[in-house]
């Protein structure tokens, strides 16, 4: 029996590769998980009640689309972050999760070739490893841009030749980033939009960490379209409720973009979608109404950016990261870093290569480590303790 070839280059996904690494050794000490970014901070103290009081319509199928009220809640919502009026019924597709819908929008999206051509589709590296399996699955080609220090930790597209940029279709860019914490700038948005007008491609903006930050909020890349008078079929942003209101298992997120855009996302979603039940999708609208759950969230990490600076403020080439919730660590490697650390502590920390792909040039990944700052902070205190004193 034959398999499909287009995923044949994959690597294992990260965990199961951290598994095999890790686990055929005893830990050195009381296990401390610092690997995946599954919020632990308190959820918002509404989603019981809620879930109570609409439990029955889980006898209900939920629109592919969304439910009005939820796409209202999140149109007034984007109005209010970044100063841009979206048509709820038309600029919004709501998601199970923003990991589906990153894949359905390469598929829907990317076209078969581009001037006679197999298209291009960029990807920062290292990256949210979903990008990589969408630009699989549209038979495009991977084009990985190395996100290092030199940079700020954001991959320069600009720098590409000329003749991948003409045949790129889609551009995938984080920001804050996974897993550096990095936040793209209003000018780097300009260049990148100006860019993509010039070659005529679309932009994939990841923004599920933009409401976990240091002080300033992250600039988001459909607000400056918006000011640009950008094409409004250029960007497309996701969002998630899984790290602004600790609710990762709620699965609940959105796209928006230009209406052209949305209704080809739609088009595929009505017969391969997964869409949010509706008792998950009241909850969700009550979220995306509330700011006071996510106020006391972003409070919390402020604390941990500090624990964390304090801890390695004299270790060497420690950058401070600006938003999200992980460190981005360098080691001389990270495999023998997170190996190390495993069996003299017990921490299990996240090798960078497993978020990376090599190619030409300095590889992205193998010289960090990636922490999630996710635990309660005496427990992410003690490993980060941990962690600088075993490998600095």
């Keep these: 029996m034959d398999f499909p070839q287009r995923f044949s280059n994959l690597p294992e996904y990260a965990f199961p590769r951290l598994r095999s690494l890790l686990d055929h050794h005893p830990a050195g000490g009381d296990v401390v998980h610092m690997t995946i970014g599954e919020p632990k901070h308190p959820m918002p103290s509404f989603v019981s009640e809620i879930l109570t009081q609409h439990v029955h319509e889980f006898a209900k199928y939920p629109p592919n689309d969304g439910a009005p009220e939820l796409l209202a809640a999140i149109a007034a919502w984007v109005g209010k972050r970044y100063g841009v009026n979206v048509d709820a019924e038309k600029q919004i597709l709501t998601l199970n999760g923003t990991r589906e819908g990153l894949f359905n929008a390469g598929l829907s999206l990317c076209p078969e070739n581009k001037s006679g051509k197999k298209c291009n589709i960029l990807i920062p590296n290292p990256f949210y490893q979903v ?101 409004p079929e250029r960007v497309v942003i996701f969002h998630s409720l899984s790290k602004r209101s600790n609710l990762p298992g709620l699965r609940s997120g959105f796209a928006a973009g230009g209406p052209k855009t949305i209704a080809e996302m739609k088009r595929l979603r009505a017969y391969a979608g997964a869409p949010l039940p509706l008792p998950l999708q009241r909850v969700a609208t009550a979220a995306w109404q509330d700011e006071k759950h996510v106020q006391e969230n972003r409070a919390l990490y402020v604390k941990k950016y500090d624990v964390a600076d304090q801890i390695f403020a004299t270790t060497p080439n420690y950058k401070k990261p600006s938003a999200g919730f992980f460190l981005w660590l360098p080691v001389d490697d990270g495999e023998t870093a997170a190996l190390k650390l495993w069996q003299e502590t017990g921490v299990r920390v996240l090798p960078g290569a497993y978020l990376s792909r090599k190619v030409s040039g300095p590889d992205a990944g193998t010289g960090y480590i990636r922490v999630a700052m996710v635990a309660p902070i005496d427990e992410m205190q003690n490993g980060l303790h941990a962690i600088k004193d075993c490998l600095y």
């Design 131 to 231: 990008y990589a399996v969408s630009t699989a699955a549209a038979g495009a080609n991977p084009v990985f841009v190395p996100a290092l220090a030199e940079n700020e930790y954001l991959p320069d597209y600009t720098s590409l030749p000329t003749s991948v940029l003409d045949d790129t279709a889609i551009c995938f860019i984080c920001s804050p980033s996974n897993p550096q914490g990095a936040i793209a700038s209003a000018d780097y948005w300009r260049d990148l939009i100006g860019l993509a007008e010039k070659h005529d491609f679309k932009i994939f903006a990841d923004e599920c960490y933009s409401e976990i930050y240091r002080d300033t909020p992250p600039v988001g890349a459909l607000e400056m379209a918006d000011k640009l008078g950008a094409d």
